[in-house]
């Protein structure tokens, strides 16, 4: 009877430290949003985690500019405690075309790294906010996933190290002279931007999206010129902005890089 017990104890505090890094799912249909975090060795203040979207088979989410519609994900922490900020990073998207509305997201699920900076290191610290995205099929249905996560120096548990782990390693690499945007310039209503390309391979496409203060619609390959390419992206606000920095992420087939550009 005593095994029994210590038996379930155990398998009772495995169970818990699994999830102690972890928000509850919250589940929607078309699937359920959840927070993971990896709690950080001593003297870091430098934390890491993702928001992980299930999405069901036929359901998607969006990429941090939609496109023509869409919610693009959002992470609060205004009820955190010694955290001073969170970013979130975005693998790259795929294009979609339902019926003339183009977007850009992900139809399988994806999981959104989260970047977490400590006020205090080796202070505990409390993750407090939600999440806010939506996961679409005909309509589109509004998420807020809702966190409270205590974290300290305890190590976290093996399979949300690998969960972490995985989505930083599937994020684009950083762009270079050879693979990345080289000019941006406005055209009317739209910016004229100019990449260069590894290779040959004609599957290439672009993903730019603004700051806040200026956003942009999905662009268009308007020139290819071996491994040389002109897009058209379409400034949809902030057309009155003087200066505007453009965010991008560049596809060829498998290989995908991320930069930022000057538009001039």
């Not at 690499?173 to 693979?179: D, E, M, P």
């Amino acid at each position: 009877m005593k095994i029994r017990i210590f038996i379930f104890l155990a398998a009772l505090a495995t169970a818990f430290q699994a999830h102690a890094g972890s928000s509850e799912w919250t589940k929607t249909p078309g699937g359920s949003v959840r927070l993971v975090i990896d709690n950080p060795p001593p003297n870091a203040n430098v934390v890491r985690g993702v928001v992980q979207i299930d999405l069901d088979p036929g359901w998607k989410t969006y990429w941090r500019e939609p496109g023509d519609a869409g919610v693009p994900p959002e992470l609060s922490i205004t009820g955190s405690t010694n955290v001073k900020s969170a970013t979130l990073a975005f693998p790259a998207p795929h294009r979609f075309d339902d019926g003339g509305t183009h977007w850009a997201g992900y139809k399988q699920p994806v999981s959104l790294p989260v970047t977490l900076t400590l006020t205090e290191p080796n202070q505990p610290a409390q993750l407090k906010g939600h999440a806010f995205l939506g996961i679409c099929e005909t309509i589109c249905i509004p998420v807020m996933a809702e966190f409270d996560i205590d974290i300290d120096n305890s190590p976290s548990d093996a399979l949300s190290r690998t969960l972490i782990s995985t989505a930083f390693e599937q994020l684009p690499a950083k762009a270079t002279t050879n693979f990345g945007a080289t000019s941006a310039s406005r055209k009317g209503d739209a910016i004229e931007l100019v990449v260069n390309l590894p290779a040959d391979d004609p599957d290439i496409d672009i993903f730019a999206a603004g700051n806040g203060s200026v956003a942009f619609g999905m662009a268009k390959l308007e020139k290819r010129d071996g491994n040389r390419a002109v897009f058209s992206v379409p400034l949809t606000s902030g057309k009155q902005e003087k200066s505007i920095i453009l965010n991008y992420t560049l596809v060829q087939g498998k290989q995908a890089v991320a930069g930022t550009i000057d538009v001039q």
